[in-house]
């Protein structure tokens, strides 16, 4: 089967819209399917895979939806497979008229009420949402052949996707498993009383809570320890809450690592959080990687977040509650048995339920039917 999988973006740009268009295209490959990919522009740098999966430079994605069309028209495939946000390569595909397609949903798009110091008006905002639902994810929504979501309590729970729950099917993203086991088996990491956060350092990902929380935390189990791993706009402040609450010897910023750094912090913390609160967090793969590693996660209890857990492998919170987050902190941080207990538990769903090649199998009987 000849597939073209389109993304505005792609690795080695950094995101994880990216880096699940690649693994996928990389699980439909291992099924003897014709991969290509489309994006708007991949660096000319030492990332091989991007050769192996046939990648095209098509335009700038500040503007594939005026010069796009034109390209993609003469293109065909068996499948066209498009990811959404941003909505670009997918309207291309539907004013070319091609067919079947298969769009990605992967979230709403949400305008923050602040990005870095600078607080965006609530109407304005309003306004943006609501324009691009009106004018480019509605109407590409509408003309496809089938939506993947990649859970049901977001989809149902979706100002935009409400309309199309018929034609939504859920598939959840996936994980590597066999690059962590690499990882696992070349290093020698001891668990300590550390709670792990990774990801973009932006306001709707909810890190000051958790560094508020810290205080609490630390009052039950005095060894424990927060390591942030990523960067983002809100380093600044985020660094000036460790400092106004005295922090500063148990909070470690640990900016951006590699993939061997990146294993080891999942590998060495005795829980992960991911305290995301907006809609922009529509699944969480990071609650993956930690699993992977046997790792017990807690989430905001959010659409889409909250059916990667379950009472044997994590905990949830009420998004926004700090001392409710706290209080999970400590129920797992302070009893090594449920630690070893939960992180066992959630090594098992990664295996049974998100391997790529799993996730490859459902995308592809979904193919075979249009």
């Not at 498009?82 to 305008?111: E, G, L, Q, R």
């Not at 008006?121 to 929504?141: D, M, N, R, S």
């Not at 990882?183 to 560094?211: S, T, Y």
Request: with cysteine; net charge neutral.
């Amino acid at each position: 089967m000849k597939i073209i999988q389109a993304s505005c973006y792609y690795p080695p740009h950094i995101g994880g819209v990216e880096n699940h268009v690649m693994e996928l295209t990389k699980a439909l490959m291992m099924r003897d399917n014709d991969l290509q990919v489309l994006t708007s522009d991949i660096p000319k740098n030492e990332y091989d895979e991007c050769i192996m999966f046939k990648a095209k430079e098509i335009f700038p994605h500040y503007v594939p939806f005026i010069f796009g069309l034109s390209k993609i028209k003469y293109m065909d495939a068996d499948i066209f497979h498009s990811h959404c946000p941003p909505p670009f390569f997918s309207k291309a595909i539907c004013n070319a008229n091609k067919k079947p397609h298969v769009i990605t949903y992967h979230f709403d798009v949400k305008i923050p009420k602040r990005a870095g110091n600078i607080r965006i008006p609530t109407l304005l905002g309003e306004y943006v949402e609501k324009f691009y639902a009106q004018h480019y994810a509605l109407k590409v929504l509408e003309c496809c052949d089938a939506i993947i979501v990649t859970g049901k309590s977001y989809a149902e729970t979706s100002p935009i996707l409400h309309e199309f729950l018929f034609k939504c099917h859920v598939i959840p993203n996936g994980i590597d498993i066999s690059k962590f086991d690499a990882a696992i088996r070349a290093l020698n990491v001891q668990r300590a009383k550390i709670v792990l956060f990774v990801g973009r350092l932006v306001l709707p990902k909810g890190i000051d809570d958790l560094i508020r929380a810290m205080p609490a935390v630390l009052n039950a189990v005095p060894e424990a320890k927060l390591v942030i791993v990523g960067e983002g706009e809100e380093q600044k402040n985020l660094g000036a809450l460790v400092r106004k609450l005295a922090l500063e010897d148990k909070v470690e910023f640990r900016g951006y690592v590699n993939f061997k750094e990146l294993a080891k912090s999942y590998l060495e913390a005795s829980v992960f959080v991911l305290p995301s609160f907006t809609r922009l967090e529509n699944f969480g793969i990071v609650l993956l990687e930690a699993m992977a590693c046997r790792t017990p996660v807690i989430a905001a209890d959010i659409p889409g977040v909250r059916e990667n857990i379950t009472k044997d492998n994590g905990l949830l919170f009420p998004p926004r509650d700090v001392d409710s987050l706290a209080e999970s902190i400590i129920t797992i941080i302070s009893d090594d048995e449920k630690v070893k207990r939960m992180g066992d538990a959630g090594r098992t769903l990664v295996e049974a339920k998100y391997d790529w090649a799993v996730i490859a199998e459902q995308v592809s009987k979904l193919y075979g039917g249009l």
